[in-house]
């Protein structure tokens, strides 16, 4: 795809997100819950946040694009996140898998892989939480760095702002940046959905701190600004 295609595609996803309203279900711990949450309503976007019991999961056949973040799938594992997966990949619906440690546990690999078996549409990995991991071999595009700041598919590579540095004062990011990713799967692929999620949390972060005092303010101002946010605007952000 040439540039300008990519920079239109990007800014389709965006406002067919805004559009559409899809229904997204985000497998997110309990602390990333209410931001994850307000951050899909902020883009237009349906939210269910969930746990990791066997109903919980099972809703995720009702989603039109599943979340899964590895912090909280790790502190309630059981046997039915591997089957949903494995559902996910079966339907054919897209799906993010977060591999975000619990605190300071290391991640476990066996689990990691189980996972990947079942082809998630797109990874989100910290080169300093899981070693060695290079993505080769995963069918996905991969979301590399906390603040998603590099993705990588098909060969190529495209650079992403962090956008403002408060975001670090805001429990519930990573979740949110890999809720917004999901929302773009819905309407398009895996490439430009990456994109499109991490940029428009960041482009809408840079704009919220011109006008937030503190951590409080910078929070519902971010909000508000993922509303107002174009998908032009994403891709012109994006130099693409």
Sequence with gaps: MSRSGLALTIGFAAEAVRESAPHIQCVAPRAATPFVADTLHGVGARS????????????????????????????????AIVATAARLDQAGQPWVLDLTPL??????????DALLAHRPTIVRVHPEEIGGFSGDG?????????????????GREVD????????????????????LIGACAVMTGPLEASLAGAAWLALASERAEEHARGPASFRTTLIDALWTVRGDEIAEYLKV
Aim: no cysteine; proline share 5%; charged share 20%.
């Design 103 to 112: 605190g300071s546990l290391p991640l476990d690999r066996g689990r990691v």
């Design 138 to 154: 995963v069918d996905a595009a991969i979301v590399w760095g906390e603040s998603a700041e590099r993705v990588t598919y098909g």
């Design 160 to 179: 992403v702002p962090r956008g403002s540095e408060m975001l670090a004062q805001i429990p519930g990011v990573r979740s949110a940046v890999s809720a």
């Design 48 to 79: 269910l946040v969930t746990g990791t019991s066997p109903d919980a999961l099972a809703a995720a056949g009702g989603a039109e694009a599943v979340v899964m973040d590895l912090a909280a799938l790790s502190s309630e594992w059981n046997d």
